[in-house]
Every structure is written in structure tokens, then in C-alpha cells.
């Protein structure tokens, strides 16, 4: 490990736990047993998910799979998390970039060839930064601002409430899922936190506040 720090996870995937080298050094890695009946395992895990779907508290039972060393059904729902960040992580994407090609249809230009385009091609905003999503009157100070590299005129009317209409529309869709990877992302460091035993400074030590 290096010593200033390393991210647990695929960034490109939302992996985002930092740990920092020369303080892990002195944490012991827990090993994970896979010892509990496949049975009761396997319910463990599915009436984990329910709660997980159904936005129910579930820390108090992790921590008594925890205590009762059942440590692979926790193994279990960390990895069925990860899942979930990676397919909402997707399924994120993939609006997105539906979004921008729409728009690049509409304004007849590339989003590539405009100015503050960053700010276009992050609308949705980083929920890892507390960032807020780009407003309609945003992104039309900033299409504005491009006038001359875009071939439609920004005050027709009919452009300018199909635009605004698919961008919140855009925005619908969106929004929930950022909320759900924010949610399950801190899940996910409060489940590992739990795993290690980690005391409140020793969290704060990890996540950099300190």
C-alpha cells in the first residue's frame, strides 16, 4: 500500500473508500469465515436485501452477524451493495449520455466543441462532492454564452420548452439515482466500519477529517 493512501474500488465503478496507508498498517485485515449453514446464510442475505429495498435500518443486524462471527453473510450483502452501485452507476450513465446526444441534436453541436462543456457534461453534479445538479437557467446562461457556436436560435420558443421539458425530464430520472448511490455508498463505509470495529476517530482518521 502506499503511503499516502489508496481507494478501495473502481473508481470509474464509484468505488470511493480511502484508506490511508500508514494508518491501516496498524489495523489487523479481518478474515472473513464462511462457515454459516448455506440455509440460513442464504435467508440471512435476502432478508438483508428486503430491508436494503425497502429502506429499512440494517446495521443493528449486521452487527449481530458480526458478533455471532457470521462474517460471510456480511461478505454476502457488501458484495450484493457493490452490485448495486455498479448497476445504478450504469444505469446513470446511460441517461446521461442519452441526454447529451439529444442535445447535441437539438443545438447542432458538439457538447466537446463548447465553453464551460465540463459543466454540461456533469449536470447531474458529483454526489461524492455534495455537488448540485445544473439548473434549466444554468444551462441556458450556458448555451447562451455559445450562441455563436450553436446553429438554432436560443430564443425560439418551441426550442426553448422542448429543451427545458427534456432536461427535467432528464433530471427526474436522475435524481433518484444519485440520491440511491449517495445512500448506498455511505452503507456500504458504515457496514465496513462495523466489520473492522472502528471507533468514531479512527473513522474520521480514514475518511480524512482529521
Not at 447535441?104 to 461524492?128: C, F, H, M, P, V
Not at 448511490?181 to 475518511?207: F, P, Q, W
Request: contains cysteine; hydrophobic residues 30%.
Amino acid at each position: 500500500m502506499s503511503q499516502n493512501s489508496a481507494v478501495l474500488g473502481d473508481t470509474e465503478k464509484q468505488g470511493r473508500l480511502r484508506f490511508f496507508g500508514q494508518y491501516m498498517e496498524n489495523i489487523p485485515i479481518r478474515k472473513i469465515s464462511f462457515n454459516t449453514n448455506s440455509d440460513r446464510r442464504q435467508q440471512s442475505l435476502e432478508k438483508l436485501i428486503k430491508s436494503y429495498q425497502e429502506k429499512q435500518e440494517i446495521l443493528k443486524e449486521i452487527e449481530e452477524h458480526i458478533r455471532r462471527e457470521e462474517t460471510d453473510i456480511v461478505h454476502d450483502i457488501l458484495a450484493y451493495l457493490a452490485e448495486q452501485m455498479i448497476e445504478i452507476n450504469r444505469e446513470k450513465q446511460k441517461e446521461i449520455k442519452s441526454f447529451l446526444r439529444y442535445l447535441e441534436r437539438i443545438i447542432g453541436s458538439a457538447i466537446d466543441n463548447l465553453t464551460n462543456k465540463s459543466k454540461i457534461q456533469n449536470y447531474l453534479g458529483d454526489y461524492q462532492k455534495s455537488e448540485p445538479h445544473l439548473s434549466c437557467d444554468q444551462l441556458w446562461e450556458i448555451l447562451k454564452k455559445n450562441k455563436k457556436k450553436i446553429t438554432v436560435n436560443l430564443l425560439d420558443r418551441q426550442i426553448q420548452e422542448t429543451l427545458e421539458k427534456e432536461y427535467q425530464t432528464s433530471l427526474d430520472k436522475l435524481l433518484p439515482l444519485k440520491q440511491q448511490l449517495s445512500a448506498t455508498d455511505e452503507l456500504i463505509d458504515l457496514i465496513v466500519y462495523k466489520l473492522y470495529g472502528l471507533s468514531e476517530e479512527e473513522i474520521k482518521i480514514i475518511e480524512g477529517r482529521e
